[in-house]
């Protein structure tokens, strides 16, 4: 699988942004798509990650009820809309594939969100 993530940039706080994440090389049946976000200076860790076929999505707890996960199966697609942000909201933000049987094998390039206060 190979994943070309998009969407970052400069924005205040409290304003939105949404980060594209698109998947090619191969069907997603069966696989979690997420997004992961990695701040200066510290360890990457996990932001959300949406099953492809069922839908059914998770979150970490700083971002519930201001970020959504969502997909586009056409499109092969999977986004990440960023509401409210918060200056911690910084960070370069990588979308990864996690088959059914095994790990967060497959990852993006990641994009980079700086958030302003």
């Known amino acids: 699988v190979q994943l070309q993530a998009s969407g970052g940039g400069l924005v205040q706080a409290g304003d939105s942004l949404r980060l594209s994440c698109v998947a090619s090389?191969?069907?997603?049946?069966?696989?979690?798509l997420g997004w992961f976000r990695q701040a200066p200076g510290k360890e990457r860790k996990f932001v959300s990650f949406?099953?492809?076929?069922?839908?059914?999505?998770d979150y970490e707890e700083s971002v519930k009820g201001r970020f959504t996960i969502s997909r586009d199966g056409a499109k092969h697609t999977v986004y990440l809309q960023m509401n409210s942000m918060k200056v911690d909201d910084t960070a370069v933000y990588y979308c990864a594939a996690h088959p059914l049987y095994g790990a967060w094998d497959y990852w993006g390039q990641g994009t980079l969100v700086t958030v302003s206060s």
């Open positions: 949406i099953w492809w076929s069922s839908g059914i999505t």
């Open positions: 090389g191969r069907t997603l049946s069966g696989y979690r």
